[in-house]
C-alpha cells in the first residue's frame, strides 16, 4: 500500500543559477496533499522558478526534489497541473475549442468540470481569448488547470494584474474546482487577498525560504495576520 503519510513534494537542498545570479539557494520543503499552500515573496524571490522546477519545465537544478516519489519527469508531469505566470493559449482559439484541446491531451482532463467552471465564471463557450479582458482570459486558463484531475497544482500569480472584483470570483473557481486530496500550491504577492484560503505559507527572499509554517498556527505564534507578518519578515 502507498506511504500515505509520505510528502506530496519534498525538496532538499535545491539550487538553480541563472549565470551569477542564485535564483534557488538551498531550498528545503516538505508539502503534504489536502493543502493550500501559499507560495509568498516579492517579484524575482524565486517562487516562478520553483514552480517550474516542481512543474519538470526546468531540469538543469542541484539538489533532491521529489513528487510522490518520483524526481520531476514524464511521470510527474501526469500528476500535475501547471498554471505559469504568462498565457499559454493562442488567442484566436475559442473556449469551447481550448476545451478539446485539453480534453485530447490529458487523461486527466474532466471536460464536464471545466464547462462547469466556464459557466459558473460566465464566460461564452464561442468567445475568442483575443477578444476578452486579461481577466476573462485567466478565468478560462484556471478553469482548465483546475479541471485535471491532479495530485498537485501549481498556480503562478492566478490574480496578478486583474481586478480585484475578478480576483475574488477567480479564487472562488480555483477552491470550486480543487479535489480535497489534491495538494495545491499558489504563488503570489497579494497575500492580502489569498490568506483567508490559504492552510500554509512558504515565504521567500533571495531564493530562501525566510519562513514556513502551518498558517493558522503562525498567526497564533505572532498575532498578527499573513500579510502584516510577511511585511515583518521582510522589513
Known sequence: ??????????????????RT????DGVDLELRSGRIV????ENGCGKTTLMKVLAGVLADYEGEVEIL???PGPATKAVTAFLPDTGFLAG???VDFCLDYFDDFFADFDRGKAAELIGFFGLDPRMRLKEMSKGMREKVQVALIMSRRARLHLLDEPISGVDPAARQVILDGI???????????????LIHDLEPILDSVVMMRHGRVLLAGDADDLRAEHGVGLDRLFQEVYR
Open 1 to 18: 500500500m502507498p506511504d500515505t503519510t509520505a510528502p506530496t513534494v519534498r525538496i532538499h537542498g535545491l539550487r538553480k543559477r541563472y
Open 21 to 24: 545570479t542564485a535564483a534557488l
Open 38 to 41: 501559499g507560495l509568498l515573496g
Open 69 to 71: 516519489g518520483e524526481a
Open 92 to 94: 484566436d482559439w475559442r
Open 175 to 189: 477552491l470550486r474546482g480543487l479535489d480535497d486530496d489534491s495538494l495545491l500550491v499558489v504563488s503570489t504577492h
